[in-house]
């Protein structure tokens, strides 16, 4: 049923995404050249707001569950696994008081309504993956802007996305050149679950009916610990998140 409502419900979801990201496309460039980073800033929280809510069209719920008082006067890494493109719209609206940048292809600053934009002006990294040295200096000027801001980014250390949901090793390179240059960030981990059945035929046809969740673990304090234990600790969390949902649905 899911895959047969699909084929209804998917142009319609494809509709309105991109109706939101066309309109807001101007709206950002506007907010920015006028009135600074701010207003831009803003701009893309309503934009991912409305993203985040398309769901509604393939009758997928939303859920994002913050049982922690997290601090907005220190930097933070948020660190997730990753399902799909959903997931970063919700990353960013409910995240949005913790001004959380991504690490972004550099490929995808150019041609995408909206999107690309922001990765141009919103203070994330944009990173070269065939050029090493380009990224890890992206990464670490990222590192600086956080310290600087008291900003936050959410990273992917599985690096690509799970397709079938199941959580791939996590690799420390991403945490461990952030903490270089802010060694103060706190570390949280999210547990991001469901997102990658939307995705499961592809990008046609969706599937609907999901419950897409996004979960924030307990905070982990880098204290003496090495980069390699920080990514070890938050893998386990978050894999421990997903196998008692997995084992609840069996």
């Known amino acids: 049923m899911s895959k047969l409502t699909g084929y209804i ?40 707001f409305f993203l985040t809510y398309c769901q509604v069209f393939l009758l ?33 609206w409910f995240l949005r008081k913790h001004s959380a940048k991504f690490i972004s292809k550099i490929e995808l600053t150019k041609g995408i309504p909206s999107i690309s934009i922001n990765l141009r002006l919103g203070g994330g990294a944009n990173i070269n993956r065939k050029d090493n040295k380009q990224a890890i200096s992206e990464i670490i000027k990222l590192g600086r802007r956080m310290k600087e801001n008291n900003w936050s980014t959410v990273i992917f250390p599985e690096g690509t996305r799970a397709k079938d949901g199941k959580v791939k090793t996590f690799q420390f390179g991403g945490i461990a050149t952030i903490l270089k240059a802010v060694p103060n960030a706190l570390i949280v981990p999210i547990a991001i679950e469901n997102s990658w059945k939307i995705v499961r035929f592809g990008m046609f046809p969706l599937t609907t009916g999901h419950a897409l969740k996004w979960t924030v673990l307990q905070p982990i304090e880098p204290g003496d610990k090495t980069a390699n234990e920080i990514t070890i600790e938050v893998e386990a969390e978050i894999r421990k998140v997903l196998e008692q949902e997995t084992g609840n649905l069996g």
Do not use: E
């Open 9 to 48: 419900l998917s142009p319609v979801f494809y509709f309105f995404f991109a109706l939101t990201l066309c309109i807001f496309h101007p709206i950002q460039w506007v907010c920015y050249r006028f009135f600074g980073y701010k207003a831009h800033k803003v701009s893309v929280d309503i934009l991912n």
């Open 60 to 92: 997928n719920s939303v859920t994002f569950k913050n049982d922690f008082n997290l601090p907005t006067d220190r930097p933070i890494i948020f660190a997730a696994n990753h399902q799909s493109m959903y997931d970063i719209p919700s990353l960013i």
